[in-house]
């Protein structure tokens, strides 16, 4: 059974720091890309990191480029988010994806974690 569970939302003041973590089973972790999404209230989902099976690469949205930083632990089956000068408008349900394309296209998605910026 795949499962991936997110960890470390909650709630910060302005210019704050957070660590998010994704914690994963059920699936080869180390022949998948592992993304970071979030999704604001009336807002589309959007990609905000990612990073490759090996964790050579990543990649940032522009909005958190500089303050977010992606990373994985292929051995922990984990993958996580540190968050910086976190502002307002990061305030969101934040989703970790497992992601594998080759002849075929498999997406695994955990429950979410909320984090709110607020003074």
């Known amino acids: 059974q795949v499962q991936l569970v997110e960890s470390g939302g909650g709630l910060v003041q302005p210019g704050g720091s957070l660590r998010l973590s994704c914690a994963t089973s059920g699936f080869t972790f180390s022949n998948y890309a592992m993304r970071w999404y979030r999704q604001a209230p009336g807002k589309e989902r959007e990609l905000v990191a990612s990073?490759?099976?090996?964790?050579?690469?990543?990649n940032y949205a522009d909005s958190v480029k500089g303050r977010f930083t992606i990373s994985r632990e292929n051995a922990k089956k984990a993958v996580y988010l540190q968050m910086n000068s976190l502002k307002p408008e990061d305030t969101a349900v934040y989703y970790c994806?497992?992601?594998?394309?080759?002849?075929?296209?498999?997406?695994?998605w955990g429950q979410g974690t909320q984090v709110t910026v607020s003074s």
């Open positions: 994806n497992a992601h594998f394309q080759s002849f075929r296209t498999f997406d695994y």
């Open positions: 990073i490759t099976n090996n964790g050579v690469s990543t």
